[in-house]
């Protein structure tokens, strides 16, 4: 159904239960499942968030400058796209990290046709870095990227299993949607990305489903065409 996709993973997910540090189990168990979906032929980049190490909006409550903050930030979520590649490449799959603002030799300087090239070639793309830019989180960077190489939805994977009407952890009586419209989601003030990333979705038709990464194949079935977690469209 999806043939090329942007995945975009918060840094917490690589955080293990406390969502702090890479927690090596956590990164091996994502690493599987996106092995598994690429050798079934999707064509799978990656955003990561940097939340486990260090967010730069946080930071700013404890004194840190807002613009410091975020360039701090960005360099956590490099550290997690390079540890989550060399997971990758653990199970036999090519995996190259991209970054928005010159790195080498950490890592190499993203351009859309570069990056394009490794998920043609049967690999997966890295992108970090965000948007190179402050005051834009990894949502805002994961849209972009998702636009700019043309994906066919973007995969938000979380802890939960889509889209609620409250926050299921804190209300049980939340109810799960199958899917919505972006007029929706804006109208009932659904968490499904932050405002400017889910605005480039919909000025860019760019569908997203919110799905639970925890849940082993749940990628594998996004490209069988299974229903799985809330899809979010035009």
Known sequence: MYKRVLLKLSGESLGGPQGKGIDEA????????????VRS????????????????????????????????????????????AMAIRSQGIRAEVFTATPMEPVARYYVRDAAVRVLEEGGVALIAG????????????????ALEIGADALLKGTRVDGVYTADPEKDPTATKYD???????????LKVMDATAFALCEQGNMPIIVFDMNEPGNLKRILDGEKVGTLVHV
């Open 26 to 37: 956590s990164l091996n168990k994502a690493a599987a499942e996106i092995a598994q979906a």
């Open 130 to 145: 965000g948007t190179g830019n402050p005051f834009f989180t990894t949502d805002s960077g994961a849209a972009l990227r």
């Open 179 to 189: 899917e919505l419209t972006f007029s929706k989601a804006l109208a009932d003030h």
């Open 41 to 84: 032929g999707m064509q799978i980049a990656i955003v990561n968030g940097g939340g486990n190490i260090f967010r730069g909006l946080s930071g700013v409550g404890k004194g840190f400058d807002r613009v410091d903050g975020d360039k701090m930030g960005m360099l956590a979520t490099v550290i997690n796209s390079l540890g989550l």
